[in-house]
């Protein structure tokens, strides 16, 4: 199954592009040379798009929400103490880490002199060639462990914003129910009243030649399958598309 995630606000959205940086990052730090370049290009990336909110305390306040719901379950015989236990241990863990980064996120980065010159440089196309940053060229021919070594150092302090929103995307993605649907001549639209969502999910086959293009409101939800050309423009799919939906909602 290949799925495709909409979310319905813009605290979701942002959880996601981060969750998407991290996890190219930690992908490609245990690879090579032009690796590391991409990672690093990778931490500017985290850096400003955790800068536009005040996301630790959202995460905070959402696990703390979370802790308490679970702390219903206590003593219930059909849920597992072990598994509850491990839940809220972790959920504590991560808001207790979160509690003690201090200052602006990532403003120990700004501080570095050498890392917001190599920053400034890297929007210009091609402008980190050697000429321009010598001694970022010099950098990138220290050993694969040195610069290995940097580069989790400097991500280091953003793994408790990390872990955080770990826990609540997964939270978030396990919290609704499976529906089998069919978008007659490939057009699905519903409405949602007030059910609160904060996120979609859409789920089709492989094998389906089809994507989604998913647009929504507070009111409806569009879903335009297409049968995407990559050498042209795609067309619209004209038969019916059988595809799984999942309404998710902390």
Known sequence: MITYEYPFNERIRTLLRLEDLFDKASYFVELGTREHHVVLLTLFEILEVAGRADLKMDLIQELERQRQSLLIFRNNPDISEEALSGALYEIEQASAALLGMTGKIGQYLRENDWLMGIRSRAVIPG?????DLPSYHSWMHQSPATRRDALLAWFKPFM???NGLTIVLRLLRGSGRMEQKV???GAF???LGSSGAQMV???LQEKEPYVPEISA???ALNIRF?????????RHAESNVEF???FCNL
Do not use: I
């Not at 402008?127 to 000429?131: E, L, P, R, S």
């Not at 297409?226 to 795609?234: A, F, G, I, M, Q």
């Open 217 to 219: 409101n507070k009111y």
């Open 183 to 185: 978008a007659e001549g």
């Open 244 to 246: 799984d939906m999942v």
């Open 226 to 234: 297409t049968c995407p050309d990559y050498d042209h423009r795609s």
């Open 189 to 191: 639209q519903m409405m």
């Open 160 to 162: 408790p914003l990390r």
């Open 127 to 131: 402008g980190v060639c050697q000429f």
């Open 201 to 203: 999910r859409v789920s």
